[in-house]
């Protein structure tokens, strides 16, 4: 997030309505080229070093494991998609959670099929939207199926419930709770139901070297995203 839009959340002067907000499962897909270099396990293990310090490694590997250069490559890009949108997102929903005084909704963007092969980010916008475009952002010309339809007809409408009433919940959708302490966030996927936030130990690693809400200024430096 921005210098000045963390300001305004540090203060809590955020506007005090409901928030919907999310991440997708693959945000990194588009972001690749801003991973920690990752030709090789050691050559990602060592700027990982010079990111966040030799005794901080072994936490890392836990949360990022590079036990070959494949496993290396992956853990980079998601690093990546974590700095750049699901962490910042998550603390979003915290700092509203906790100051906002109205209530939040958190989801984690999972669905795929022919027409959408990867849950990259923005894959969720056509459904919200109903449009169901191309998936350009990864290279996707194959048409909406059925399932497709109905599972932006499901989605179009937790929007609409959220925009007219500040709740996503309505007859017939599978119920989405607020989100609180649990953790609990909205799987949308192809089977729609709440569950706890499977990358919270990913995003608590990161959020504890924020300085005054910031992530570090000196990983800019390193030509780190943040």
């Known amino acids: 997030m921005d210098q000045g839009s963390l300001a305004v959340l540090l203060r809590g002067e955020e506007l005090k309505i409901p928030l919907l907000a999310g991440w997708n499962k693959v945000e990194q897909w ?6 920690l270099p990752h030709h090789t396990a ?4 060592q700027a990982v070093e010079r990111m966040f310090g030799k005794d901080k490694v072994s936490e890392f590997l836990t949360l990022y494991p590079a036990n070959d250069d494949d496993q290396a490559k992956e853990s ?14 998550w603390q979003w929903l915290q700092f509203h959670r906790l100051h906002g005084g109205s209530p939040v909704y958190a989801y984690y963007f999972t669905y795929t099929s022919p027409y959408a092969p990867i849950a990259a980010h923005v894959a969720e916008v056509p459904f919200v939207f109903g449009t169901l475009t191309p998936q350009f952002v990864v ?3 194959a048409p909406p199926s059925a399932a497709d339809q109905a599972f932006s007809e499901t989605i179009m409408s937790y929007w609409v419930n959220f925009a007219a009433h500040g709740d996503p919940n309505g007859i017939g959708l599978p119920h989405w709770p607020l989100y609180d302490d649990k953790d609990l966030v909205e799987n949308l996927g192809k089977e729609i139901t ?6 919270a130990a990913r995003f608590r690693f990161l959020s504890a070297y ?10 800019r430096a390193l030509g780190v995203p943040n």
């Open 42 to 45: 050691p050559a990602f293990i």
């Open 139 to 141: 290279g996707s010309a």
């Open 76 to 89: 980079a890009e998601a690093l990546a998609g974590d700095q750049l949108i699901s962490e910042q997102t």
């Open 210 to 219: 924020r300085e005054k809400g910031a992530l570090p200024a000196r990983w």
């Open 30 to 35: 588009p972001f690749r080229a801003l991973a």
């Open 194 to 199: 709440p569950q706890i936030n499977l990358q």
